[in-house]
């Protein structure tokens, strides 16, 4: 068993930092919340006062922070802080430029590095149950594998390094483009007459099928388990949902690759957080996609 610092204890951090404490490897933690920091030492990780205090004697660092800038400030904090040989891995969903950056100061500072950001939200942070796709040498993701076991299910090496976040980012553009089709179609079945219950067992077991349909239904009742069951309590937040459609598309500027309805699905999400909906399950967008009665 390993020391392991966390950095970033979160809707995410904390409960993936406590599956690594059930693991039995011994965790310190850090945070700028005091809140987190004690909620993460109810679950068995040693709540440190600094970063430097918390990466003492770690062999391996796990950050999970808001954002690229956090992620890049931190790994550069922890540059002059570990010694040569640590693994730093990053779980954040972050721009791959960043990634890239994060990547760069560890290996001038002789450590071992991974992009290797989730999906399957707090649920599976909980559970244990997160999918991991990680950027990085071969060498490092062997290293880093046990321990995203302990806190996943799934562990995919999409190659080189920043190729986690890419696959992420790619991933999250048809997760945007998706749901609202699903809300498209729903909101013109309701115009149609068609009932809900109608067009979910045709299309489920059709052409459209797809996961934010038999999944993440954005219609209360077919999928009982949906947050449209709960009053589109989250689950994924607009704010979350707009912030990775974003990336998608500074990705896809700087790339020259054409997405338009990648495109399309960033004003509409942005247009619904700015209406107050930023905190609300991105499936809530059929809302604003049913338009005036
Ligand atoms: P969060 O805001 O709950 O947690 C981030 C934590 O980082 C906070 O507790 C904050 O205090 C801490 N922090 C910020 N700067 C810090 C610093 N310099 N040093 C130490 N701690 C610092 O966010 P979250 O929901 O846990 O998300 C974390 C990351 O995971 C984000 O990049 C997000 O996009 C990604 N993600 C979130 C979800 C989700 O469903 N919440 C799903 C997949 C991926």
Redesign the pocket.
Known sequence: MAQVAF???????GPMAANLVKAGHRVSG????GA?LAAAAQAGINASAT?AEAVTGAEVVIT????GE?VV??WEGLASLVPTGTLLID????DVESARKAHSIALAAGCASLDA??????GGAAAGTLTFMAGGSTAAFDRAKPFLEAMGQKIVHCGADGAGQAAKICNNMILGISMIAVGEAFALGERLGLSHQALFDVASTSSGQCWSLTSYCPVPGPVPTSPANNDYK?G??VA?ML??LKLSQEAAAASGASTPLGAAAATLYKAFDSAGNGGRDFSAIIEMLRGSP
């Open positions: 950095i970033g204890l979160g809707n995410m951090g850090f945070d700028l919340s987190s970063l999970m922070l808001p954002k956090h400030a931190v779980c954040s969903t972050v950001p989730v999906s399957g939200g707090t989250p994924f937040a979350l912030k990775d």
